[in-house]
């Protein structure tokens, strides 16, 4: 088992991440198969609850009412709709139903539309998480009560990098969001994007910042971007594929007992590059023909995808108990 740290430094992220690849993955798939069956994904579904016509101006993102992308806009969807995504979503084997908003943040008003949305959702015997933008500790403290079990929020890039993809809010307003949840009792997810034209350092720094928090997330969703066109970021030259693999290598080592998400971006990627992944550490992902906005895999795809690994969807609530060291121990407990 390896142990739980909260005291990384940006130089030794970055010797670990410039270890000769077969070495990284090496360390990487060890310390996974010390915590979690490497044969089992969690998988999720996403819904877009609320879409485009964001006042954020996130240099990625399609939803911000800053950039000029053909998107349909639509309000906040009635519960009867998101009933009905969430009962198909599990007649296809998901686990867990996450769904998000374009928003900076809810207002009073729409959590308690959001509130009916989770206790809905948990009433399948679903896990529920949810993206809203910015939280409040009232907020945070409402959807806990509701039983929200997980909500996201990513930090998406490193402190130095941020200011170039998002001036509409700063890092430490996702910081504080984060506390607000953790401090709220509700598992956290959060991660980044790669491939936005941030340097190795950038990513080494995001992972830093993941590990240092109080708790590790409990989830972390690694996303490549999905370049769209109007997007500021439309045209950015693509990562390296194996720079992708090493940095889920990184964050599996230094995350050992969080569920590491090959998030946004499957749709870009070749079934090998997925395969390494999972081997790197990758444990969890989105399932599903849509995004919230942008396509992901066909559902058939990822079934025999699955199938030719040998990978099986985890059960709902057998996360994170997998490991055949701990007994059953919480091994989130930093
Ligand atoms: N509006 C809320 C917020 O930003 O906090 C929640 C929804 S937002 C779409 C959730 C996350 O999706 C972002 O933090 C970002 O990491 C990811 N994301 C958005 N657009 C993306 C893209 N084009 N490619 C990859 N990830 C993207
Ligand atoms: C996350 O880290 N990735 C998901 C989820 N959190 C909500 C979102 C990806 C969105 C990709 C762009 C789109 O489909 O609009
Ligand atoms: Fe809005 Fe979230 Fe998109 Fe940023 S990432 S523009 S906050 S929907």
Redesign the pocket.
């Known amino acids: 088992m390896s142990e739980i740290r909260h005291d990384w430094q940006v130089e030794e992220i970055l010797s670990m991440m410039g270890r000769p690849f077969n070495d990284l993955l090496f360390a990487a798939h060890t310390v996974h198969r010390a915590h979690f069956d490497p044969n089992a994904v969690q998988v999720s579904t996403l819904l877009s609850i609320k879409t485009g016509a964001?006042p954020?101006d996130?240099g990625?993102?399609?939803?911000s009412a800053h950039h000029d992308v053909a998107l349909e806009r639509e309000r906040l969807l009635p519960l009867d709709e998101v009933m009905e995504a969430a009962r198909n979503a599990r007649s296809h084997g998901a686990s867990r139903f996450c769904m998000?908003?374009?928003?900076?943040n809810p207002t009073d008003r729409n959590l308690e539309r959001v509130v009916e949305m989770i206790e809905g959702v948990k009433s399948l015997g679903l896990e529920t998480c949810m993206?809203?933008?910015?939280l409040s500790e009232a907020q945070a403290a409402r959807l806990r009560e509701a039983g929200l079990d997980y909500y996201?929020?990513?930090l998406?890039t490193s402190p130095e990098f941020y200011g170039q993809v998002i001036t509409t809010r700063t890092y430490q307003d996702r910081l504080d969001t984060l506390a607000h949840v953790r401090d709220a009792g509700i598992n956290v997810c959060s991660?980044?994007?790669l491939g936005m034209g941030e340097s190795r350092h950038d990513r080494a720094r995001l992972l830093q910042q993941l590990a240092n928090l109080p708790k590790h997330p409990e989830s972390v969703?690694i996303?490549?971007?999905?370049?769209?066109e109007g997007?500021p970021?439309a045209g950015t030259e693509p990562l390296d594929p194996f720079e992708f693999a090493r940095t889920i290598a990184c964050a599996r080592i230094m995350m050992p007992a969080s569920h590491v998400r090959l998030?946004?971006?499957r749709a870009g990627m070749t079934d090998e590059l997925q395969a390494l992944c999972f081997f790197a550490g990758a444990n969890s992902i989105f399932y599903g023909d849509r995004l919230?906005t942008?396509p992901n895999p066909a559902e058939n795809h990822d079934r025999q995808l699955f199938e030719r690994l040998g990978i099986h969807p985890m059960e709902a609530g057998d996360e994170g108990a997998s490991c055949e060291n701990c007994g059953g121990v919480d091994i989130h407990a930093a």
Request: aromatic share 6%; glycine share 14%.
């Open positions: 964001c954020e996130c990625y993102c399609p939803q998000g908003a374009a928003w900076r993206t809203l933008g910015m996201n929020h990513n998406d991660g980044g994007i969703p996303n490549n971007l999905v370049q769209v997007t970021l998030s946004a971006g919230l942008t």
